[in-house]
């Protein structure tokens, strides 16, 4: 059954490239989970945690989203938790992966293990997160798309490096026989490659030894819309009821439908 509750919110502040909306709320989303909140839209807007507090949850968006219009203790109708979230179970070496706009999701994980490494990329050194904001016990390895920070991705790729750049591809694979669990935000459409690699280079991966969040517009949260819909390897899935978080190898014909 949904849950509708109230969330109080308390405070905005600029965490570039990202904005920080801190919430109290009874019930808070955990890690891949969402609320759906009223933020004066024709559509109510999916919230994922970056940080879980006491009282609530803080949650990572874009500049200019609604939430950071609010005043502190203005009342926000959410419905959630909502969905399936990210189960990393007893692993003790976790293995994140995320594009650095979608990362905010997977933040909850950060002490989901004793060990954990976080491969973050994006298009440029600008548009990837402070270091600041990753605890000092998380290995983070930065990958741009043109080599300004980091390593060259994106990931996927193993061709030869121009002079002067090292590919991250080498140090993903490193990465991926070390890891015993792996959680991904990354744009649906990459999913496919990603679980190719999965299978080519681990033996026999167990069901949710790779976890891939789907973001996407959810507008009712409970599957009715078809909004949502999501191509797998076993016919359509609902991102919202049966995501948002899926087995990345159930995703090698990942796509949105329109």
Not at 208 to 221: D, K, S
Request: proline share 12%; aromatic share 6%.
């Amino acid at each position: 059954m949904v849950k509708r509750q109230t969330a109080t919110f308390r405070q905005a502040r600029p965490q570039p490239p990202y904005w920080e909306v801190r919430f109290d709320v009874a019930h808070p989303p955990s890690a891949g989970d969402f609320v759906l909140a009223d933020l004066g839209g024709p559509l109510r807007a999916p919230l994922f945690p970056a940080a879980l507090h006491e009282t609530g949850f803080s949650a990572m968006v874009a500049p200019g989203h609604p939430a950071t219009r609010l005043l502190p203790g203005a009342a926000v109708d959410v419905l959630g938790p909502l969905g399936h979230g990210f189960e990393v179970g007893a692993a003790e070496r976790l293995l994140l992966i995320a594009e650095a706009a979608l990362l905010p999701p997977l933040m909850p994980l950060f002490t989901a293990a004793p060990s954990v490494a976080l491969i973050v990329e994006a298009a440029t050194r600008a548009q990837l997160p402070s270091p600041a904001r990753i605890p000092p016990a998380v290995e983070l390895v930065l990958v741009t798309r043109d080599g300004s920070a980091g390593f060259l991705g994106p990931l996927e790729s193993a061709e030869p490096a121009p002079p002067g750049f090292d590919r991250a591809h080498p140090r993903f694979l490193e990465l991926l026989a070390w890891a015993e669990c792996i959680a991904l935000a990354c744009a649906p459409d990459r999913y496919p490659a990603l679980a190719a690699l999965v299978r080519r280079h681990r033996i026999q991966p167990g069901a949710g030894f790779a976890q891939a969040l789907v973001q996407t517009a959810m507008p009712c949260g409970v599957g009715a819309c078809e909004v949502c819909r999501v191509r797998t390897r076993h016919g359509e899935a609902r991102a919202c009821v049966d995501g948002p978080v899926l087995d990345l190898l159930a995703l090698d014909g990942a796509e949105v439908l329109p």
